[in-house]
C-alpha cells in the first residue's frame, strides 16, 4: 500500500506527493521481506514439486474412490435409508 500527501503549490504538492509515496513504497517493501526466509531457490522448488505429485496422489485416491455411476449412488442411498 502506497500511502502520500501533498499540499501547498501544485508543483510542490506534486513533489511531495512523489517523495512521499517512494519513501512509503521503500518501508512497505522491507516490512514485506522481513517475514521471508531465504531458502535455496532449487530447495525450494524441489519442495513445491514434491508437494504438487502429492495433492495429484490424493486426487487419484479420491477419484478411485468416489468415481460412482448413477446405480451405485441410488443403491448406496436406499442402503443408508434402510439404517
Known sequence: MIIGFGFGNPLQSIIMLLFTSLISYVIYRSLRNVGRRKQNPLLE???RKQDYYAQRQ???EYARQFDLTDEEIERRLDEEDRI
Open 58 to 60: 490424493r486426487a487419484r
Open 45 to 47: 522448488r524441489e519442495q
